[in-house]
Antibody
Framework: QVQLVQSGAEVKKSGASVKVSCKAS????????ISWVRQAPGQGLEWMGW????????NYAQRLQGRVTMTTDTSTSTAYMELRSLRSDDTAVYYC?????????WGQGTLVTVSS | SYELTQPPSVSVSPGQTARITCSGD??????AYWYQQKSGQAPVLVIY???KRPSGIPERFSGSSSGTMATLTISGAQVEDEADYYC?????????FGGGTKLTVL
């Protein structure tokens, strides 16, 4: 069955970087994109961006431009999201999702906590 | 930036019909999608391309779109449908989620 398994929880200091992984299985990785979505505690969903697993093309949310990088490793069917210059308001659960027009199948989420 | 607007909360009794709206200027030209998120869980897609239902989603979930408003309808809402619901669409910049609607069924 289609599954996206994300890396474990992270605690980071303000100003540091975090890299979250998302390992896909059960489908042809390069036939879909991967979206990243985050959710701050008690808040709604925020779209962060998208990457094509076919050719690596990306589209990032404007407010994260310059701080976020999304990549894929097709040899291991794994997507990565790196967020730099972390601030306290980056504390959130980060989700990856298989995307074919919309995020359709989601990973379990990764809690990233940013402390000062 | 593009926004999708949802009511913060909707409340119905079990067996009643729940309707959750989502308004956005681009909806006449762009599809709406709907997600259900229960507490502590990842979102689940319940409606795609305005009105299509993924396999495994109960028939009581339906969607429609007219003009600048999309609507998620849950016919005969069950207690287990209590959750947060988010609409999603796209614009020229990328994806955008509505603010979410908390559905209470009691």
């Amino acid at each position: 069955q289609v599954q996206l398994v994300q890396s474990g929880a992270e605690v980071k200091k303000s100003g540091a970087s975090v890299k979250v992984s998302c390992k896909a299985s059960g489908y042809t990785f390069t036939s879909y994109g991967i979206s990243w979505v985050r959710q701050a505690p008690g808040q709604g969903l925020e779209w962060m961006g998208w990457i094509s697993a076919y050719n690596g093309n990306t589209n990032y949310a404007q407010r994260l431009q310059g701080r976020v990088t999304m990549t894929t490793d097709t040899s291991t069917s794994t997507a990565y999201m790196e967020l730099r210059s972390l601030r306290s308001d980056d504390t959130a659960v980060y989700y990856c999702a298989r995307d074919l027009g919309t995020p359709e199948i989601w990973g379990q989420g990764t809690l990233v906590t940013v402390s000062s | 930036s593009y926004e999708l607007t949802q009511p913060p909360s909707v409340s119905v009794s079990p067996g009643q019909t729940a309707r959750i709206t989502c308004s956005g200027d681009a909806l006449p030209k762009k599809y709406a999608y709907w997600y259900q998120q229960k507490s502590g869980q990842a979102p689940v897609l319940v409606i795609y391309e305005d009105s299509k239902r993924p396999s495994g989603i109960p028939e009581r979930f339906s969607g429609s779109s007219s003009g600048t408003m999309a609507t998620l309808t849950i016919s005969g809402a069950q207690v287990e449908d209590e959750a947060d619901y988010y609409c999603y669409s796209t614009d020229s910049s990328g994806g955008v989620f509505g603010g979410g609607t908390k559905l209470t069924v009691l």
